[in-house]
């Protein structure tokens, strides 16, 4: 995994894909092994030091959906404000970046209580592109969202990763999606936890393992699987 790279992990449910996400930003203590970043023992990093080094996307609903989307989107700053939160040129700049990118000018002065789910995962995609990270890390990013917005969340999500040289990482039930957009899949199963490239996992056949044959076959032509009947 390297930098401009978007990568998924997949897998069944209670897999622990968001266990381990949460690890990776040290929301939850580890359950075992050690986490490195850059070459240091995340456990020595505090809150704002970690908070300049990685951004979060999680599932919990934000604080107060009173405020604005713009609002929103410079609460990524806050690592970086004084004690008073004061925001700079260089901050209003990052914001405004951020806010156009996700496509939110036109929602900047909506208050979240008025978006949809789509919409708001954008603006809270935004506040993470904000905080100028060299990592994202996302928690079901697609959750609740139909077919258009999940697609259109994972592409934008491609988009930022290639465009900022970022390194951006999300959990996922869309494997399908997940393989026709990621760079790299962690795919976690019960048994065995495959990391590659796409076409390197199903040339393993990682993902026929996933489900009983008998269920779900998966097509490593087409990349999708299908219903057992």
Not at 41 to 47: D, G, H, P, V
Not at 209 to 216: N, W
Request: proline share 3%.
């Amino acid at each position: 995994m390297g930098q401009g790279e978007l990568m998924g992990i997949v897998g069944i449910n209670g897999a622990g894909k968001s266990t381990l996400l949460r690890t990776l930003g040290k929301v939850q203590p580890k359950l075992s092994g050690e986490v490195f970043l850059n070459g240091k023992n995340i456990e020595n990093y505090n809150a704002m030091a970690l908070a300049a080094e990685i951004s979060l996307v999680l599932t919990e609903p934000i604080a107060s959906k009173n405020m604005t989307v713009e609002e929103l989107v410079a609460l990524g700053r806050q690592p970086y404000t004084n004690w008073i939160g004061t925001l700079t040129e260089d901050d209003k700049s990052k914001i405004k970046t951020a806010i156009w990118m996700l496509e939110l000018e036109t929602l900047q002065h909506k208050k979240c209580y008025e978006l949809s789910d789509g919409q708001l995962q954008r603006a809270m995609i935004a506040r993470a592109l904000a905080q100028d990270t060299d990592i994202i890390l996302l928690d079901e990013p697609t959750t609740h969202l139909d077919l258009y917005h999940k697609v259109k969340i994972l592409k934008v999500l491609k988009s930022i990763a290639f465009e900022t040289k970022k390194t951006v990482v999300f959990t996922s039930h869309e494997i399908e999606m997940a393989i026709q957009l990621c760079d790299t899949m962690l795919l976690l199963d019960t048994t065995a936890h495959a990391f590659g490239q796409p076409c390197e996992l199903i040339e393993q056949q990682a993902f026929e393992r996933l489900f009983p044959a008998d269920t779900v076959s998966f097509d490593a032509k087409t990349g999708s699987f299908r219903i057992e009947k």
